[in-house]
C-alpha cells in the first residue's frame, strides 16, 4: 500500500506562481506510474502532468499547462513537485496526486481510473 499526501495550495493572484508538493510513504519501491490531475467545481477531474519511472526525468504534460506547469520527481525524498506558474482563473481546482505500480503505457497516463492511490488534494485558487 502507498500512502500519498499533497501541500502547497493556496490562492494566488493571475500571473502568480505556486509550487505543489506530493510525497509517497510505504511501499514507494512498487510505484510506477506518478501523476498530477485536477478537478475543478462541476468539471470532471483531468490529467494535467504525469512520469513513469521509466521514462527517468521526462514528463508529460496536458496541453493547457505545457509551457506554464513543471512537474518534478526527488527520488530520495519519495516527491513529486509540480511548479506552477502564470496562473489563470481557470487553473483554479482541487489538485490531486496519484501513483499506481502499473506500468502503465504512456496513452494511459493520462486516465484518472488508471490510478489506485490517491492523495486527498489541495485547494489552488487563482484569483485577483
Known amino acids: 500500500q502507498v500512502q500519498v499526501a499533497e501541500s502547497g495550495g493556496g490562492l494566488v493572484p493571475p500571473g502568480g506562481s505556486l509550487r505543489l508538493s506530493c510525497k509517497f510513504s510505504?511501499?514507494?519501491?512498487?510505484?510506477?506510474?506518478m501523476a498530477w490531475f485536477r478537478q475543478a467545481p462541476g468539471k470532471e477531474r483531468e490529467f494535467v502532468a504525469g512520469?513513469?519511472?521509466?521514462?527517468?526525468?521526462?514528463?508529460s504534460y496536458a496541453d493547457v499547462v505545457k509551457g506554464r506547469f513543471i512537474m518534478s520527481r526527488n527520488t530520495a525524498e519519495n516527491a513529486v513537485h509540480l511548479q506552477m506558474n502564470f496562473l489563470e482563473l481557470e487553473d483554479t481546482a482541487v489538485y490531486y496526486c496519484?501513483?499506481?505500480?502499473?506500468?502503465?503505457?504512456?496513452?494511459?497516463?493520462?486516465?484518472?481510473?488508471?490510478?489506485?492511490?490517491w492523495g486527498r488534494g489541495t485547494q489552488v485558487t487563482v484569483s485577483s
Open positions: 512520469n513513469r519511472r521509466s521514462d527517468g526525468h521526462s514528463f
Open positions: 510505504g511501499r514507494t519501491s512498487d510505484i510506477h506510474t
Open positions: 496519484a501513483a499506481t505500480r502499473r506500468r502503465l503505457i504512456t496513452s494511459q497516463t493520462r486516465f484518472s481510473s488508471e490510478y489506485d492511490n
